[in-house]
Nanobody, 122 residues
Framework: QVQLVESGGGLVQAGGSLRLSCAAS????????MGWFRQAPGKEREFVAG????????YYADSVKGRFTISRDNAKNTVYLQMNSLKSEDTAVYYC???????????????WGQGTQVTVSS
């Protein structure tokens, strides 16, 4: 079992930055590719960023490319999402997820965090 706990969400003005963290317990994260998803009210959950088990490969959705950076520290069992140049359309609940895969695209997460709210005011 892997327990994932997100933190770092909040209210920020457009153009600002936030850093989300996802701390894992139960098993070492190095066995899992990790990803960040988001879900805005009335919309489907969107996969925004993924990172391979070693951290050597990453993926970004076009909507966040160039503004968001995913990283991980396997020694700390933590994954991060640095979000810069935030826009009102980034407002959503952000979830981290873990999947035992060798790639960076998370399609069938085995574990989810509880989510953290990010609100960007314009």
């Amino acid at each position: 079992q892997v327990q994932l706990v997100e933190s770092g969400g909040g209210l920020v003005q457009a153009g600002g930055s936030l850093r989300l963290s996802c701390a894992a317990s139960g098993r070492t994260l190095s066995s899992y590719a990790m990803g960040w998803f988001r879900q805005a009210p009335g919309k489907e959950r969107e996969f925004v960023a993924g990172i391979s088990r070693s951290g050597s490969s990453t993926y970004y959705a076009d909507s966040v490319k160039g503004r968001f950076t995913i990283s991980r520290d396997n020694a700390k069992n933590t994954v991060y999402l640095q979000m810069n140049s935030l826009k009102s359309e980034d407002t959503a609940v952000y979830y981290c997820a873990a999947e035992r895969t060798g790639g960076v695209i998370i399609t069938s997460p085995g574990y989810w965090g509880q989510g953290t709210q990010v609100t960007v005011s314009s």
